[in-house]
C-alpha cells in the first residue's frame, strides 16, 4: 500500500501546496533530502495554541505534535511526493512549555509515533525535544529532514 493510502486510511488526506513563504520555504529539497522548515500546531481548520503544562495538558501537546507532523508531511508531499519517502532522519521538536513543565518527549511523541505508523522501519528518526517559548504561542513546533527518492 502507498503511504498516500495509508494516510488516507488513518484519516488524513494531503494536498500539493505552494512552500513560497515569502523570507523562507517550508521546504527545500537538496539532492536525496529535504529539509522541512518549523511547521506550527495547525492543520486545516484544527490549531492548537498555548502553553503546555499550564494551558494545555501533555495530551494536548501530543495531538499539537500531531497536527505539525501533518503539516510536514504536506509539505514533504508537495515538493518530493509522500510515496518517494525512504526514511526519517531527523526531528527537531520545540514545545511551547509553562515554567516547570520538562516533559518534552511526551509532546514530541505524538509526531514520532504518527510518523512510525505511516511509514514503519523508515519512520524511526534521530531526534531533540526541548522546551521554550514558541512564537505567536503555538503549542508545537516541528521541523524535519527526510530522505528521498
Known amino acids: 500500500m502507498s503511504y498516500l493510502a495509508k494516510l488516507k486510511e488513518m484519516g488524513y488526506e494531503l494536498e500539493v501546496v505552494d512552500l513560497d513563504g515569502g523570507r523562507l520555504m517550508q521546504a527545500v529539497r537538496s539532492g536525496d533530502h529535504v529539509y522541512v522548515s518549523g511547521q506550527v500546531s ?72 504518527l510518523f512510525i505508523e505511516l511509514f514503519g522501519d523508515a519512520g524511526r528518526h534521530a531526534r531533540s525535544a526541548i522546551g521554550l517559548t514558541v512564537p505567536l504561542n503555538w503549542a508545537v513546533e516541528i521541523e524535519a529532514i527526510i530522505a528521498v527518492d
Open 42 to 113: 495547525r492543520w486545516g481548520d484544527e490549531e492548537v495554541l498555548g502553553k503546555v503544562g499550564q494551558d494545555l495538558t501533555t495530551e494536548e501537546g501530543y495531538r499539537a505534535a500531531q497536527l505539525c507532523a501533518l503539516s510536514i508531511l504536506q509539505a514533504v508531499h508537495s515538493i518530493a511526493g509522500l510515496d518517494n519517502v525512504r526514511q526519517v532522519v531527523k526531528v527537531f521538536g520545540m514545545v511551547n512549555v509553562a515554567p516547570g513543565f520538562d516533559d518534552t518527549p511526551s509532546v514530541i511523541h505524538g509526531c514520532s509515533e
